[in-house]
């Protein structure tokens, strides 16, 4: 059965792309004849000459791990990128509405961040924290200087992942406890220790897991509690009392969840949360590897929508702009567990990374991206909220800035998820030339986090294919 609905799902695909490009009906005026396209873009790409994207995709298969995947029945030979755009082999330019996976904060290729690469790369690219040097410090002191708080004390990794093994082996430390607090439908990373984090099976391999408990998620759309954040909180309240020793390590969560498909948390949810593990004994820990750095729009990060201070912030993707750079700020207390023993990262904090990270929290202010963000994202927001009212594939759309989701469904009262139809929809975004995200449990979310610099002419683009291509399913 599995394979036969695989074939029929290919076949319905290549239907939806192979008719993407008949009569395109704007928002504005459903009755026009003509496709959404691109907004203009001053900017040529250079002629590429490298190998197709069928020779690419063979040494792929041939050297790389099997586990790899790629979006799209014909995968894309993505060969450059300039701020919000990506161009492929052809010179075909598309809407980056993806940014890497939520990693390019910048914009591709940003002249600013560059430069300061390049510049650092003539001079040293690496030596190691055995050696002083002033890039790690001075990237370190520019980013405590954005936490609230006395989280001042900074350790630099190379991924979310690495981040989060760290705060997890920080909380166990700290604590002398074991049990860590997670989400249900949480992405942590997949390491073998982070794997035990995360809450969703599409991303777990069949491991022991230690002693992580998985509370119910306060979900405001499907949540069993709706939007009540005290009644998801004394689920939390009910692991401890019963399925602990009554202390725990810590807890992990991200303010909206990314991979599981842009789910914000139910309002008030982390601060009783924080009360209750801080109670047990524990630390809280805010997962910002996406949320992070002004992409709420509202907050600069995730954390403060829900008006907390936590022990332990980890953050990624977007501090590097596509750089392999993470982090992990606690507080001087905290930190000084690691001091007992020795705590090292051969490529943490490196000077390329430093001086490319350092770029991009200057980017971000001198451009006044978190502004920007709130401004753009709801345009987008309320754009998709119209457009919501006329389908009703659209269950939900939420999130804050520039971090939406657009729940699809084929039936509204019962939330089904549109399985089928996401994955028509998303080929034929891709054919108008806009690449998304997807997400959640059942990959029925489209995930919308574009480069920062991503602006209103884009979401009016994106919106109007969407509804353009939502009105010939």
Not at 207 to 219: A, F, K, R, S, Y
Not at 285 to 305: K, N, P
Request: proline share 5%; net charge neutral.
């Amino acid at each position: 059965m599995a394979l036969q609905r695989q074939q029929l799902l290919k076949r319905v695909v290549d239907r939806a792309s192979s008719s993407s490009r008949i009569t395109y009906l704007r928002s504005s005026d459903y009755s026009t004849s003509s496709p959404p396209q691109l907004p203009p873009f001053d900017y040529q790409p250079r002629p590429y000459n490298g190998p197709s994207a069928d020779e690419v995709y063979q040494k792929r298969k041939k050297f790389l791990g099997p586990s790899l995947f790629h979006f799209y029945q014909k995968p894309l030979n993505i060969v450059e990128g300039k701020m919000q755009y990506l161009f492929d082999e052809t010179g075909r330019r598309y809407l980056d509405a993806f940014a890497g996976i939520v990693t390019v904060s910048c914009g591709h290729c940003h002249p600013d961040i560059l430069n300061a690469i390049n510049e650092q790369s003539k001079l040293l690219q690496h030596a190691t924290t055995i050696y002083l040097h002033h890039a790690i410090g001075d990237f370190a002191e520019a980013l405590a200087a954005k936490m609230p708080g006395n989280l001042k004390v900074v350790y630099f990794v190379n991924s979310g992942s690495e981040a989060n093994e760290l705060a997890m082996m920080m909380a166990r430390l700290y604590t002398g406890s074991l049990e860590m607090i997670s989400l249900r439908n949480a992405y942590h990373g997949g390491s073998s220790n982070t794997i035990g984090l995360t809450a969703l099976n599409t991303w777990k391999y069949p491991l022991p897991q230690g002693e992580i408990h998985h509370v119910v998620n306060p979900d405001p759309y499907r949540g069993v509690f709706g939007s009540d954040g005290s009644m998801y909180a004394k689920d939390v309240q009910d692991h401890i009392d019963y399925g602990t020793s009554g202390k725990v390590a810590g807890f992990i969560a991200e303010t909206i969840q990314g991979v599981g498909g842009a789910v914000e948390l139910a309002p008030g949810y982390l601060k009783s949360v924080y009360d209750i593990v801080r109670k047990a004994g524990g630390v809280c820990i805010a997962d910002e590897v996406q949320t992070g750095f002004g992409r709420t729009g509202s907050h600069y990060w995730g954390f403060q929508t829900q008006d907390v201070v936590p022990d332990i912030v980890t953050m990624a993707k977007g501090i590097g702009n596509g750089l392999p750079l993470g982090a992990v700020v606690t507080t001087p207390e905290i930190a000084s567990v690691l001091a007992t023993k020795i705590q090292f990262n051969t490529f943490g904090g490196n000077p390329v990374c430093s001086a490319g990270g350092l770029a991009v929290l200057n980017v971000i202010d001198k451009e006044r991206r978190q502004t920007h963000c709130a401004e753009v994202g709801s345009h987008l927001t309320q754009r998709l909220k119209d457009l919501q009212k006329r389908h009703d594939i659209i269950g939900d759309v939420r999130g804050r800035g520039l971090m939406v989701g657009i729940e699809l469904v084929t039936d509204r009262k019962d939330k089904t998820p549109a399985k089928a139809e996401t994955a028509v929809l998303f080929e034929q975004l891709r054919e108008l030339g806009i690449l998304v995200g997807k997400g959640g449990l059942h990959g029925n979310v489209f995930r919308i986090k574009p480069p920062m610099c991503f602006t209103k002419d884009d979401a009016d683009f994106l919106v109007d294919a969407l509804d353009y291509s939502i009105s010939r399913l």
